[in-house]
């Protein structure tokens, strides 16, 4: 049962380089997201899409880039690191619902910008 | 801004006893969830209690939702020393079922 698959579980990066992280997910849902936890702070909305093809923004999405090209498959771009970006993301999954929805999480991948 | 603030910030108690942990939101909701978040892993769905539901019951835990107050409670009875991780709730964001706006989390220790 794989779920949801992040990739890398863990990046170093140096300010102003562009990377992608990965996400993949097997259940056919159509909702994915991407988030972000900082100590403190909890999980944070960076962008979500509802069907291939189709994303929009979350509560903080400056600085990231996402598209959904297949219903499987939703990469996070960060286009010029900051050390700002220095977090903990998590893609989640989600199926269509009527009213509520259980969101399946990824293991997180740990990222830290010098 | 999150939807939701998880009180307390941090709860510690001994294995066996019961522990509780609110959950206070801002804007009308047809959906409140809890997750619990283990160490240095993803979250996981605990419960779902809807609008027109007072209060909901899974094994150990059992959730209240009181939408005139805007609060949920999340209790867990006869704690074990596996329940220790941190706690949140979640509602809907925006107007899209699909996605969660979360609270800042209970960080929950059962000592043995």
């Known amino acids: 049962n794989a779920g949801v698959t992040q990739t890398p579980k863990f990046q170093v990066l140096k300010t102003g380089q562009s990377m992608t992280l990965q996400c993949a997910q097997d259940?056919?849902?159509?909702?994915m997201s991407w988030y972000r936890q900082d100590p403190g702070m909890g999980l944070r909305l960076i962008h979500y899409?509802?069907?291939?093809?189709?994303?929009d923004q979350g509560e903080v999405p400056n600085g990231y880039n996402v598209s959904r090209s297949t219903t499987e498959d939703f990469p996070l771009r960060l286009l010029s690191a900051a050390p700002s970006q220095t977090s903990v993301y998590f893609c989640?999954?989600?199926?269509?619902?009527?009213?509520?929805?259980?969101?399946?999480f990824g293991e997180g991948s740990w990222l830290t910008v010098v | 801004s999150q939807q939701g603030e998880e009180d307390p910030q941090a709860l510690s108690i001994q294995e066996g006893e019961n522990a509780t942990m609110n959950c206070s939101y801002k804007?009308?909701?047809?959906?409140l969830q809890w997750y619990r978040q283990n160490s240095g892993r993803g979250l996981v769905h605990l419960i779902l209690?809807?609008?027109?539901?007072r209060e909901k019951h899974s094994g150990r835990l059992r959730v209240t939702l009181d939408t005139s107050k805007k609060s949920s409670s999340l209790l867990i009875t006869a704690s074990r020393a596996a329940d220790t991780a941190s706690y949140f709730c979640?509602?809907?964001?925006?107007?899209?079922?699909?996605?969660?706006?979360f609270g800042k989390g209970t960080k929950l220790s059962v000592k043995p």
């Open positions: 989640a999954s989600s199926q269509q619902g009527v009213s509520g929805n259980t969101i399946y």
């Open positions: 259940m056919n849902h159509e909702y």
């Open positions: 899409s509802v069907g291939a093809g189709i994303t």
């Open positions: 804007t009308s909701i047809n959906n």
């Open positions: 209690i809807r609008s027109n539901e």
């Open positions: 979640a509602t809907p964001y925006g107007g899209s079922q699909g996605n969660l706006i």
